[in-house]
T-cell receptor, first 116, second 113 residues
Framework: EAEVAQSPRYKITEKSQAVAFWCDPI?????LYWYRQILGQGPELLVQ????????DSQLPKDRFSAERLKGVDSTLKIQPAELGDSAMYLC??????????????FGPGTRLTVL | RKEVEQDPGPFNVPEGATVAFNCTYS??????FFWYRQDCRKEPKLLMS???SGNEDGRFTAQLNRASQYISLLIRDSKLSDSATYLC??????????????FGKGTLLTVNP
């Protein structure tokens, strides 16, 4: 069964350092999402891509976070500089289509970030 | 008011019990509704979609009341393996034909032997 791949699975960093997370969606999935999940909360959307284009980044803290999906396949989420409040699980998801009808989103295993 | 609100939990029930989760959403323009399940330290996975007519999948029954903006999930004859966090999820249009999932905080269920 096809899966969304993410790496690393765990990352510990000190505040003010830069971190990067990688996601490889299910093959053929045009839509890719990055979510942040703080302990005890539900996932919150950070950014959504349709192929290589950003569709929604309204909740992405653009002063420190950036995301790219240059060839419309895999994606990288970067935080620079990291802050203590960034400690969370970062989940990547993909779906076959975005737009007006819902297509199931499949989540990767996530990257658990701890900022010290 | 939060977009999606769930029972705060946690719920602790014995095996075989029936347990119900409740959820309300604030945006009447929401289009579709789901329950996701998330095991401890794992990713969320779709459990079932929720339809106005109600739908059932084995021991799981989901209901939607659009007038009340209310969603429910009923688990009958609960098993130890049902222990997880249950997330209520709403899909709504964000403009430009872009649809977005909004997750509730989740309700933790522990089924005890």
């Amino acid at each position: 069964e096809a899966e969304v791949a993410q790496s690393p699975r765990y990352k510990i960093t000190e505040k003010s350092q830069a971190v990067a997370f990688w996601c490889d969606p299910i093959s053929g999935h045009a839509t890719l999402y990055w979510y942040r999940q703080i302990l005890g909360q539900g996932p919150e959307l950070l950014v959504q891509f349709q192929d290589e284009s950003v569709v929604d980044d309204s909740q992405l803290p653009k002063d420190r976070f950036s995301a790219e999906r240059l060839k419309g396949v895999d994606s990288t989420l970067k935080i620079q500089p990291a802050e203590l409040g960034d400690s969370a699980m970062y989940l990547c998801a993909s779906s076959s289509l975005g737009g007006p009808s819902y297509n199931e989103q499949f989540f990767g295993p996530g990257t658990r970030l701890t900022v010290l | 008011r939060k977009e999606v609100e769930q029972d705060p939990g946690p719920f602790n029930v014995p095996e075989g019990a029936t347990v119900a989760f409740n959820c309300t959403y604030s945006n009447s323009a929401s289009q579709s509704f789901f329950w996701y399940r998330q095991d401890c330290r794992k990713e969320p996975k779709l459990l079932m979609s929720v339809y106005s007519s109600g739908n059932e999948d084995g021991r799981f029954t989901a209901q939607l009341n659009r007038a009340s903006q209310y969603i429910s999930l009923l688990i009958r004859d609960s098993k130890l393996s049902d222990s997880a966090t249950y997330l209520c999820v709403v899909n709504k249009e964000e403009g430009g034909s872009n649809y977005k999932l909004t997750f509730g905080k989740g309700t933790l269920l522990t089924v005890n032997p």
